[in-house]
């Protein structure tokens, strides 16, 4: 990890998880990319600024409402390259958090995934709030795994 210190990301985990905060900010309105940014800033006190959620703006729906790739997996992925760095070793970790989502969701392409939302899930979001809070808890425990 080149971020984080243990002793802040285990802080942080007894703190407020990940996943809850992911999970209260798409309440609150933020799409999936958007909440898996700003939850990771706001959790481990990353030094970027409060902003930075922002480029996450148009991966709702996939990118720019396409449908392909979800949003909370591209956000996991953009925080996990931000606080793991740039090894050979991290880019495993991306390719294993990839692959449990795919596995988890049946498909890294949110066109797919909502397919299989009922109707009623499709309007509320509720799915995509679940995927959420799953896709941040998931990117915390490799975090907290990885930093042993």
Do not use: W
Not at 36 to 46: V, Y
């Amino acid at each position: 990890m080149t971020i984080l210190t243990d002793e802040k990301l285990l802080h942080k985990e007894l703190a407020k998880g990940l996943a809850d905060r992911a999970e209260e900010l798409f309440r609150q309105g933020y799409n999936c990319c958007e909440s898996m940014i700003k939850a990771s800033i706001e959790i481990f006190e990353l030094p970027l600024p409060e902003s930075t959620y922002l480029m996450g703006r148009f991966f709702r729906q996939g990118v720019a409402e396409s449908g392909c790739i979800c949003g909370a997996l591209a956000g996991g992925v953009m925080m996990l390259g931000f606080i793991a760095g740039e090894h050979k070793q991290n880019v495993d970790l991306a390719k294993k958090f990839q692959k449990d989502f795919i596995r988890q969701f049946g498909s890294s392409c949110c066109r797919v995934i909502r397919k299989n939302h009922s109707l009623l899930d499709k309007f509320s979001t509720k799915e995509c709030k679940l995927i959420t809070r799953y896709t941040a808890g998931k990117l915390q425990e490799i975090l907290v795994r990885e930093s042993r």
